[in-house]
Every structure is written in structure tokens, then in C-alpha cells.
């Protein structure tokens, strides 16, 4: 059963940073397209980066230069690491695959304002 499991959102001032984290159960991240993904409040959930399995990675055009998606292959884990918020990032972010989704894990609320 793949269990995928966010961390790491919270309340930022805009031009802050923060690191999201994704552990993952039931699937091997370093053999899978894995993104990150998030939703605002009456919007669609959006692919925002995303990880091939050989290490290749794209970014949406909003948030390219200011986050970085990596992993972890030992702790089976993705991250975000997300500098210069804007309010605009304002969303539930979650990981999932790229070409394939899992269910969804819980997301977590990133909140950029001052």
C-alpha cells in the first residue's frame, strides 16, 4: 500500500523560505517521476516541479528559480525547498508520481503573508 506522507508548511513572511518534505511507504521514489503539486483555495491543483527517476528536474514557470526539488533515495523521501514566497504560493502542497498518481496524502498548508 503506498502511503505518501507531506511536512514541513507553515506560515512564512513573503521572501522567506521553507523545506517541504514527502515521505513515501509502498513505492521507491528513486524509481519513479515524483512531483510536487498544489491547490489554492478555488483553484486547480497545479504541478509545480517535478523529479525523473535518472534526476532530470522541471519547474512551472511561477516558481522557476525559487524552488528546488530533490530526494533522498536512503530516506525514501522528495523535497521542495521553496526561497523568495510570495503570497501567491499561498496553497496545500502535495507529492504524488508524475506519470502515475498514488492516493493522495494529506498535503501540507503553506501560508505566504505578512
Known amino acids: 500500500q503506498v502511503r505518501l506522507v507531506e511536512s514541513g508548511g507553515g506560515l512564512v513572511q513573503p521572501g522567506g523560505s521553507l523545506r517541504l518534505s514527502c515521505a513515501a511507504s509502498?513505492?521507491?521514489?528513486?524509481?519513479?517521476?515524483m512531483g510536487w503539486y498544489r491547490q489554492a483555495p478555488g483553484k486547480q491543483r497545479e504541478l509545480v516541479a517535478s523529479?525523473?527517476?535518472?534526476?532530470?528536474?522541471n519547474y512551472a514557470d511561477s516558481v522557476k528559480g525559487r524552488f528546488t526539488i530533490s530526494r533522498d533515495n536512503a530516506e525514501n523521501t522528495v523535497y521542495l525547498q521553496m526561497n523568495s514566497l510570495k503570497p501567491e504560493d499561498t496553497a496545500v502542497y502535495y507529492c504524488?508520481?508524475?506519470?502515475?498518481?498514488?492516493?493522495w496524502g494529506q498535503g501540507t498548508q503553506v501560508t505566504v503573508s505578512s
Open positions: 509502498g513505492i521507491s521514489v528513486s524509481l519513479r517521476a
Open positions: 523529479l525523473t527517476a535518472g534526476g532530470s528536474a
Open positions: 504524488n508520481g508524475k506519470v502515475y498518481t498514488y492516493p
